[in-house]
């Protein structure tokens, strides 16, 4: 698996998993230990990269959805409709909380269309997309919920553990042993 610096670059030595989950570099840890992560901190908006900073401002992202749902041109949504999808923005947010995939890290609500929170566009767009669907009664939200709720386990699991295989394991320990092949870890899930 490759890990990353906090500079972007890629990390090759070893490293070790400190009690709350943080990857660190060195076999064990001492004072030259520093954190690397699974994901590239210094990785750029995925769907929109002429945005220079790592997450598209809600605005942005509440554009590509309208335009995606199809049902009229994105420049005529109205202020109401705007503060609408604040509404289903922090909805997403409070999903994103209580996914089990999510690190715990602080994530505060939406309050104005320009605020920048750190959540990957592509969950904030399909959950947007879901609300939006549901809340207009529309046939399309079936196919958008499907698709939030993969986009949402794929991207929180990369951020979370890198591009690894996500694995069925026990997790209470089970009464086979043949089954436990370690400690499973609950920051993560994975088993060490």
């Keep these: 698996m490759a890990y990353y610096n ?47 900073n790592e997450f598209s401002p809600l605005e942005t992202m509440v554009l590509q959805a309208v335009r995606r749902f199809g049902d009229f041109n994105p420049g005529t949504l ?3 409709a705007a503060l609408m999808f ?3 923005a922090n909805m997403v947010i409070d ?6 995939y999510w690190d715990g890290s602080e994530l505060d609500y939406y309050q104005h269309l320009s605020d920048v929170r750190k959540v990957p566009d592509v969950i904030m767009v399909g959950g947007l997309l879901y609300h939006y669907a549901t809340q ?15 986009t949402i386990g794929q991207q929180l699991w990369r951020r979370l553990n890198g ?17 436990h092949q370690g400690q499973t870890s609950k920051y993560n899930g994975t088993t060490r």
């Design 95 to 100: 999903e994103i909380r209580m996914h089990p």
């Design 78 to 80: 109205s202020g109401d």
């Design 6 to 52: 906090s500079d972007g670059t890629v990390y090759g030595g070893d490293v070790h998993t400190m009690a709350d989950g943080r990857i660190m570099t060195g076999a064990s840890h001492d004072s030259g230990s520093v954190q690397v992560f699974v994901t590239n901190p210094k990785e750029d908006s995925t769907s929109n990269p002429h945005i220079t």
């Design 136 to 150: 207009q009664g529309s046939e399309k939200s079936q196919q958008f919920a499907s698709s939030f709720i993969r």
């Design 86 to 88: 604040i509404e289903f």
């Design 163 to 179: 591009n690894t295989a996500i694995q069925m394991r026990v997790t209470d320990e089970g009464s086979n042993k043949r089954n």
